[in-house]
């Protein structure tokens, strides 16, 4: 008969949690995906600044007839294609995270985060049809030696 | 915690400059001489000094990421987080020492 004198236990959280659980494993995945992905970023994105940046006159040697000579080779195609999805989705998912932990309001965070979807769904969908559709000739004068054939 | 703010500080400012490299290198599908032009200004002396700044961005957001990896998978990680930390440093000079001395001779060469 003296129980029932036992205060509630505190379930108020200190702040209320700005992402609710929905039952679903998203956010697992998601940290999951940022492990994985970062790994892999580590050496496509090193590589990419040795090969451009450390060889031969890095930086200077860089132009549209450098890039040509890049995307002549399906490796190089794919090694690019594969560093723009993982880091344009490993870099959006960590402004995600920003944006979680530092927009207060609701609306505030719900319009950044839709800006933010949609600006690097964009971003991929360019970049991924540069890669797709570029021409080495696309200037009728060039000089280029892929373009001399014919 | 200076390494986390540094991480968060880092990925940011990455991921901007990932928006823009994608669409200068877009420029390609332009022209050649829209992509030559604007590629330009990478070769220019102030932007050449930003780009170590970059790349240092770049390999402190990679090594303290492997940290983060090693402290959450591998079972030693958490104990030895603080001398991961210095490896990363160490790491962090040992690559930006030859990277820093290579591309301002690239950039201030001829």
Redesign the interface.
């Known amino acids: 008969m003296t129980t029932a004198a036992l205060p509630p236990p505190p379930t108020t959280p200190a702040r209320s949690p700005r992402v609710r659980s929905t039952g679903s494993n998203f956010e697992l995945y998601a940290w999951l995906f940022m492990?994985v992905s970062?790994?892999l970023?580590?050496v496509l994105?090193?590589g990419h600044?040795f090969v451009n940046?450390?060889v031969g006159?890095?930086?200077?040697a860089?132009?549209?007839?450098f890039?040509?000579n890049k995307w002549a080779s399906p490796f190089w195609q794919v090694y690019d294609l594969l560093m723009?999805w993982l880091?344009?989705i490993h870099?959006?998912n960590?402004?995600r995270t920003?944006i979680n932990d530092y927009a207060e309001r609701d609306q505030t965070r719900f319009w950044l985060k839709a800006l933010l979807v949609v600006?690097a769904a964009a971003?991929v969908v360019?970049?991924t049809?540069?890669i797709f559709?570029?021409?080495p000739c696309?200037?009728p004068e060039?000089t280029l030696e892929v373009c001399q054939i014919g | 915690m200076w390494s986390w703010v540094a991480h968060?500080v880092t990925?940011?400012l990455?991921?901007f400059f990932?928006?823009v490299h994608?669409?200068d290198?877009?420029l390609?599908?332009v022209?050649?001489e829209a992509?030559?032009t604007v590629?330009a200004t990478?070769?220019n002396p102030i932007v050449?000094l930003l780009?170590v700044g970059l790349?240092g961005a770049?390999?402190f957001h990679?090594?303290n990421?492997?940290r983060?990896?090693l402290i959450?998978?591998w079972s030693k990680g958490p104990r030895v987080h603080r001398q991961m930390l210095w490896t990363v440093l160490v790491l962090w000079v040992l690559l930006m020492l030859p990277?820093t001395i290579?591309?301002l001779a690239?950039?201030f060469?001829?």
């Open positions: 492990r970062g790994v970023l580590v994105v090193i600044l940046l450390m006159d890095g930086i200077q860089v132009d549209f007839g890039v040509a723009l880091a344009m870099g959006t960590g402004l920003v600006s971003v360019i970049g049809l540069t559709t570029f021409d696309i200037d060039s | 968060r990925g940011v990455l991921f990932l928006y994608v669409l290198t877009a390609v599908r022209s050649p992509y030559n590629i990478y070769k050449g780009e790349v770049v390999l990679a090594f990421g492997v983060v990896v959450d998978f990277f290579r591309h690239n950039v060469g001829e």
